[in-house]
């Protein structure tokens, strides 16, 4: 069945640090890949999508790129905030009748100033 | 576009009582989903609806649970009777697609039962 690992946490990193989250997934067929973020208190929210290899998804700063070849994506941001202190959550649907996300069990973030 | 809407935000009750926790999906979106977090076990997926029709429900824990969407934009989690081991945030979403694109999540309501 689908699966989707990602590193455990929790990640503590200073401000404007480097970002690297991993996530590797076992799918059937061609799945649509999924970053979410939720912050205290919150909902998660979509934070970036890819749905073919080698789609680069990106948003707020962070940026994934599917790779089918090593079945990963891994969320990068080049100088993380203080305001990205969140959990963050890989997912994936693999497509056709597939309404399901299957879902990491995320990543906890610290940002420190 | 105000979102998926749950109420309440808050719940404590006491072991025993029936709880009902709502949701309202973004309008035009046609699947619907309750997930629940907990700290130990993270988000599961409890049952989802496409065309307000139950899809899949073998997330469900109990009998206990229960869900129904009378309706394209109302959806009700009911658990009765509650137990402690309930507590959790509970979470609806919904999608236009079959989720290819991704889901649009509500704030959840946290439930705690005493």
């Known amino acids: 069945g689908d699966s989707v690992t990602q590193m455990e946490g929790p990640v503590t990193l200073s401000e404007e640090a480097f970002l690297t989250i991993n996530c590797t997934y076992t799918a059937t067929g061609y799945p649509s890949l999924f970053w979410y973020v939720q912050y205290p208190g919150e909902g998660l929210q979509l934070l970036l999508k890819a749905t073919k290899a080698d789609d680069k998804g990106s948003n707020k700063g962070f940026e994934a790129t599917y790779r089918k070849e090593t079945t990963s994506f891994h969320l990068e941001k080049g100088s993380v905030q203080v305001s990205d202190s969140a959990v963050y959550f890989c997912?994936?649907?693999?497509?056709?009748?597939?309404?399901?996300?299957?879902f990491g069990k995320g990543t906890l973030l610290t940002v420190n100033p | 576009d105000a979102g998926v809407i749950q109420s309440p935000r808050h719940e404590v009750t006491e072991m025993g009582q029936e709880v009902t926790l709502r949701c309202k999906p973004i309008s035009g979106h046609n699947s619907l989903f309750w997930y629940r977090q907990t700290m130990m076990r993270g988000l599961e997926l409890l049952i989802y609806?496409?065309?307000?029709?139950?899809?899949?429900d073998s997330g469900m824990p109990e009998d206990r649970f229960s869900a129904k969407m009378p309706n394209a934009s109302f959806s009700t989690l009911k658990i009765q009777p509650s137990e402690p081991r309930d507590s959790a945030v509970y979470f609806c979403?919904?999608?236009?697609?079959?989720?290819?694109?991704?889901?649009?999540f509500g704030s959840g309501t946290r439930l705690t039962v005493v």
């Open positions: 979403a919904s999608s236009r697609t079959r989720g290819q694109h991704g889901y649009t």
């Open positions: 609806f496409n065309n307000n029709v139950p899809i899949d």
């Open positions: 997912a994936l649907n693999s497509g056709g009748s597939n309404y399901k996300l299957t």
